[in-house]
T-cell receptor, first 110, second 114 residues
Framework: SQQGEEDPQALSIQEGENATMNCSYK?????LQWYRQNSGRGLVHLIL?????REKHSGRLRVTLDTSKKSSSLLITASRAADTASYFC??????????FGKGTRLSVIA | ETGVTQSPTHLIKTRGQQVTLRCSSQ?????VSWYQQALGQGPQFIFQ???????GRGNFPPRFSGLQFPNYSSELNVNALELDDSALYLC?????????????FGSGTRLTVV
């Protein structure tokens, strides 16, 4: 079963614009993670935010976490064509398997 | 080589056959998890192996089974293949107990059942 639900399902933007993806989940978590997947290949870990953190940055990525609303957002600033991929959130309840959402398909048009 | 390697990359099997997929874990990791990803969907957890024993299982029938070896590499076996088993199978390695860091995934095996 899916825990996280990403929104929107698909997003198309111009190069240079910012992309925002949202994730909602259902249970208490230890941390929430974002992954990228290019063309149906393996997932690449992007960033992890712990339940006691509210915001985290890594390069052009900014992640927020609101545990009261059970939601997270991933912002990619100044997007590039190479950012075109599917993005998944995954929740970690603490030594349990990661549970993934259905993903957001991002298309960045040059 | 410190990443996760999966083999084969692509596979075509006939309904009813059996298949074995292989995965080597990242150096320093002792746990392997397997996920099934259907087209357009997120990865679904199949099972996890720690110290050569199954340590958690998702909603998959018993014809999905696995092994973990002393070097922490792993196999996923699927018997009596069905058309719906066509998917990308992903292996991920991690450490148990798990601190706050992410999984390392392999590139996956694309299984097509005809």
């Amino acid at each position: 079963s899916q825990q996280g639900e990403e929104d929107p399902q698909a997003l198309s933007i111009q190069e240079g614009e910012n992309a925002t993806m949202n994730c909602s989940y259902k249970t208490s978590i230890n941390n929430l993670q974002w992954y990228r997947q290019n063309s149906g290949r393996g997932l690449v870990h992007l960033i992890l935010i712990r339940s006691n953190e509210r915001e985290k940055h890594s390069g052009r990525l900014r992640v927020t976490l609101d545990t009261s609303k059970k939601s997270s957002s991933l912002l990619i600033t100044a997007s590039r064509a190479a950012d075109t991929a599917s993005y998944f959130c995954a929740t970690d309840e603490g030594n349990t398997p990661l549970v993934f959402g259905k993903g957001t398909r991002l298309s960045v048009i040059a | 080589e410190t990443g996760v390697t999966q083999s084969p990359t692509h596979l075509i099997k006939t309904r009813g056959q059996q298949v074995t997929l292989r995965c080597s874990s990242q150096s320093g990791h002792n746990t392997v998890s397997w996920y099934q990803q259907a087209l357009g969907q997120g990865p679904q957890f199949i099972f996890q192996y720690y110290r050569e024993e199954e340590n958690g299982r998702g909603n998959f029938p018993p014809r999905f089974s696995g092994l973990q070896f002393p070097n922490y590499s792993s196999e996923l076996n699927v018997n009596a293949l069905e058309l719906d088993d066509s998917a990308l199978y992903l292996c991920a390695s991690s450490s148990w107990p798990r601190a706050n860091y992410g999984y390392t995934f392999g590139s996956g095996t694309r299984l097509t059942v005809v």
